[in-house]
């Protein structure tokens, strides 16, 4: 019985092999084509857990400073989450939609910067063209005024916001 079996194996492998080779030589690999980030666009807001989970790592390397395992801190933080009421997590679900406000408005500024640079993005896609031209302008005066734009937008939404909430 062992003969046949044998010479089966014997007669198969050489097939194989040669399957192999081909597919190998008709499918190269192909590259992915996906979407590029913009490393200039801003970046998504942290969700309540995350921010939960900032300060209780703080805490529990100040109980337990001998313990260094990422995956020890992170299932204590699952848990003590998961047993928290509604109204213990609330100041953390509070601080992430301020944060995804502020996102938004960064996110809206930036499109329009896009839309208004046009389609294509470059390194000196921020700049006017007459700045790009003289080359006189410096990256820190332009962030300084984009930053106080930025402020002065959120301050603006949250004023608002907390006229709007007081009412009630």
Same mark, same amino acid.
């Given at each position: 019985? @062992?003969?046949?079996?044998?010479?089966?194996? &014997?007669?198969?492998?050489?097939? %194989? =092999?040669?399957?192999? %080779?081909?597919? /190998? $030589?008709?499918?190269?690999?192909? $590259?992915?084509? *996906?979407?590029?980030?913009?490393? #200039?666009?801003?970046?998504?807001?942290?969700?309540?857990?995350?921010?939960?989970?900032? =300060?209780?790592?703080?805490?529990? @390397?100040?109980?337990?400073? +001998? #313990?260094?395992?990422?995956?020890?801190?992170?299932? %204590?933080?699952?848990?003590?989450? @998961?047993?928290?009421?509604?109204?213990?997590?609330?100041?953390?679900?509070?601080?992430?939609? #301020?944060?995804? &406000? $502020?996102?938004?408005?960064?996110?809206? /500024?930036?499109?329009?910067?896009? #839309? +208004?640079?046009?389609? *294509?993005?470059?390194?000196?896609?921020?700049?006017?063209? !007459?700045?790009?031209? !003289? *080359?006189?302008?410096?990256?820190?005066?332009?962030? +300084? $005024? %984009?930053?106080?734009?930025?402020?002065?937008?959120?301050?603006?939404?949250?004023?608002?916001?907390?006229?709007?909430? !007081?009412?009630?």
């Amino acid at each position: 019985m @062992k003969g046949p079996r044998v010479v089966a194996v &014997a007669q198969k492998k050489p097939h %194989a =092999d040669m399957l192999k %080779a081909r597919k /190998a $030589e008709n499918k190269p690999k192909k $590259e992915k084509a *996906g979407k590029k980030k913009d490393s #200039n666009a801003p970046k998504r807001p942290l969700s309540a857990y995350f921010i939960f989970m900032e =300060d209780f790592r703080k805490s529990f @390397k100040e109980s337990f400073p +001998d #313990n260094k395992s990422v995956a020890a801190m992170g299932k %204590a933080g699952g848990q003590k989450w @998961k047993s928290m009421s509604e109204a213990e997590k609330a100041p953390y679900v509070q601080k992430a939609l #301020n944060k995804k &406000a $502020e996102y938004e408005l960064a996110l809206e /500024a930036y499109k329009k910067q896009l #839309n +208004d640079n046009g389609a *294509g993005v470059s390194e000196d896609s921020w700049k006017s063209t !007459s700045e790009v031209q !003289s *080359g006189k302008s410096s990256s820190s005066e332009i962030n +300084d $005024e %984009a930053e106080q734009e930025f402020s002065s937008q959120v301050s603006s939404y949250f004023m608002g916001f907390y006229c709007f909430s !007081s009412r009630n």
